[in-house]
């Protein structure tokens, strides 16, 4: 609890220390938000950093964008959007039952704590680690470039965020009205479809936005596994440089077409983020 | 709560074996690997520990890698856990518009880091970048060139991942704050009227699980560090950003040398473990 003295000067200080935090946080957003509205020829020539002010903003890069570059944009956005779904919809559906089986049950032969650091390892483990072998698996398999591989490879390492938070959500909800239900003589499944899953909705969702978002951002296996027809948007971004030297202009537009959409879904998560950022280690 | 039941391994055995399936697999095919000489596409030879012997003793890359990441491990963990905890304090206290501020400070976390690191390209480019053109203007003539010298580009780095990861440690630092029980405030604010103290004698301990979690969980993800160097720097100047997991994709994936990447890879391994397994005892009572 905080109990301070409120003079004026520590008011002040400490709204001057809030600004500065903010504006450190927002600053690469408001260059990159300026500088896709610069004219190519001015951006190399003259630093700048305010509109109007230093140079006359212009539509032409997001222009481009949505219209002699869109093909490519929103093939890698479709892959995107099809991979963090696709990967999102088994990490949940595994990780939702996962951690109710290890927040209701008693497992005797593996312990239940166990258990949990099994799911809890695979975050420790360098995604580098399995890059290779999961390379050649999907080349023997003959999946290489195909969405369905990077589906498979973002599930595996979104689930122990699923798994872990859910487990700790589903530990905190009353086990009274399943036990009630099962008396009634309820299944463990209805008592979970019926009672537990829809008491921890609104968690659930909570943790798909965290899947989708880790999913839509994950580059290395992204640019193993593909080359061409499956790449999603941050491969495609990867493509912004070497061609003809940093393209500040299109950089900027594109970056900011792959970053949007998981950092706005990520604000409808809020209450779970940091539950599910520490494994339900440090409640939010 | 019957436990006789079967039906409860349903519940967690399709996750076990998913996850079984798609690391245990890999990583016994990357264990075979490694005791390899194995280029993708052409035949492979048992050489023993030959690809361990290289890594350790004859490859000056291996040790720079390793020593580019213990650096970024380091500044990272430090920078972004002491100043998530100077704003959490700063944030711990009725203010207007908090919401706001931890809307505003969660967006960073979500940012891809590849599209970060070429975000952080155009920052720091020396003729016309942000934080040049900052410079400029603060009457310096000459700042630093920061992909062409070493230490400003390496500097670079650990900048967009402090920008990057500081967020994650204010919001849980502050919501561990925030859990923290009045009555005992209550009750010291008596005795001292010291903030200091407060914070010293009071505060540090009762937070100390919470930044231990914290402090591990950075330390996992900033020993991954591959995306922004990747895309900000290729691992340049030389090889003054190359991070140990960026020469393993360099070695397996651009040089087609699997067999000595896998090698590499189960160092790597060897080393998270070793980690992981001092603080397995503390990490385990936290899921309790």
Known sequence: MYQGRSTLIGKIALWVVILIAVSWAIFPFYWAIVTSFKQPGVIMTTPSLVPWLQFTPTLANWNDEFTQRWPEISRALSNSLIVSTGATAIAITLGTMAGYGLARFRFRRWKNKDMTMWFLSQRFLPPMATAIPFFLVMKFLNLLDTQLALILVNATFTMPFAVLTLRDVFKELPKEMEESAWVDGASHFQAFFRIALPLAAPAIAAAAVICFAFSWNEFLFALILTYRNAQPITVVIAGVEHTQGVQFWFVATRLLIAILPPALLALTAQRYIVRGLTFGAVKG | ???????????????????????????????????????????????????????????????????????????????????????????????????????????????????????????????????????????????????????????????????????????????????????????????????????????????????????????????????????????????????????????????????????LAYILLFVMLLISLSFFNRLRQLYE
């Open chain 2, 1 to 263: 709560m019957p436990e006789r039941s079967r039906v409860k391994y349903l519940f967690v055995l399709p996750g076990i074996i998913w996850v079984l399936c798609f690391t245990i697999f890999p990583l016994l095919y990357s264990l075979r690997l490694a005791f390899f000489h194995a280029r993708l596409g052409k035949s492979e030879t048992f050489i023993w520990l030959e690809n361990f012997r290289r890594a350790l003793f004859d490859d000056y890359r291996f040790w720079n890698s390793m020593g580019v990441t213990v650096f970024f491990v380091v500044c990272s963990v430090v920078c972004t856990v002491s100043l998530g905890l100077a704003l959490a304090l700063l944030f711990n206290r009725p203010l207007r518009g908090q919401r706001l501020f931890r809307a505003l400070f969660t967006t960073p976390l979500f940012t891809a880091p590849i599209a970060l690191g070429y975000l952080g390209l155009t920052i720091f480019h020396e003729q016309v970048g942000a934080v040049n053109t900052v410079l400029f203007a603060l009457g310096i003539e000459h700042p630093p060139a920061w992909f062409s010298s070493i230490w400003p580009a390496r500097i670079a780095i650990v900048l967009v991942d402090i920008w990057q990861w500081t967020p994650f440690c204010f919001l849980v630092l502050l919501a561990g704050l925030q859990a923290l029980p009045d009555e005992i405030y209550e009750a010291a604010w008596l005795d001292t009227s010291s903030s200091w103290d407060i914070f010293r004698y009071i505060t540090l301990p009762l937070l100390t699980p919470v930044l231990f979690t914290v402090s591990i969980l950075r330390m996992v993800e900033a020993f991954k560090m591959l995306d922004i160097p990747f895309s900000m720097t290729s691992g340049g100047p030389g090889a003054a950003t190359q991070t140990y997991s960026f020469y393993i994709y360099l070695t397996g994936l651009r040089n087609f040398n699997a067999g000595y990447a896998s090698a």
